[in-house]
């Protein structure tokens, strides 16, 4: 996901927004359309770069919110032309990890502390509205046969019938 932040305030996530991917447990691939259509659009509602395309979230299914090799790879990869980025990632359970780079100069990465502003209104909190955005933005692969698997409403529920452990998805 994407995260949508204030004008005021480039690290205060004020909304998000997934685009059409393709997701293992282990990697991502987002749907280059999909994420130019979403700055059009994103453009079109008066948001800039800076307040909607520098903060890429995304969750862990595991316990460990630690970024994983790959997690690296598509940071520097996705992330590496802006001036500056976050990777902010939340594991199941509640554990968070946010990191800043810088890409200008020497560059530089600082790991940043996560609050919740309970004061910021935050509409993606309505589970319904989340679930129906989910499922329409995400196609999940099976990481053996590399072919769509259903969605059961639980997207960890789906984990169970593939036989890893927790531990394993963790250190993937
Ligand atoms: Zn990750």
Sequence with gaps: MFGITSPDDLLLIESVAMVQQIC????????????????????????TPETCGRIW???????????????EETFQRAFGSPDWAVMFIVARGGATYARL????????????????????????????????????????HDPFTRRPRTLSSDPFEWR?????????????
């Design 101 to 140: 780079r810088m890409n200008v100069g020497p560059g530089c990465n600082k790991r940043l502390a996560v609050e919740v502003d309970y004061d910021t209104e935050f509409p993606e909190a309505d589970q319904d509205l989340w679930e129906s955005e989910y499922e329409a933005a995400v196609t999940v």
């Design 24 to 47: 293992t447990p282990v990697t991502v691939s987002f749907d280059d359309a999909a994420v130019a259509d979403y700055f059009d659009d994103q453009i079109d509602e008066g948001h």
């Design 160 to 172: 169970d019938d593939t036989g890893w452990s927790e531990s394993e998805w963790v250190a993937s």
């Design 57 to 71: 979230l995304h969750t862990h299914p595991g316990s460990s919110p630690l970024p994983s090799g790959t997690d």
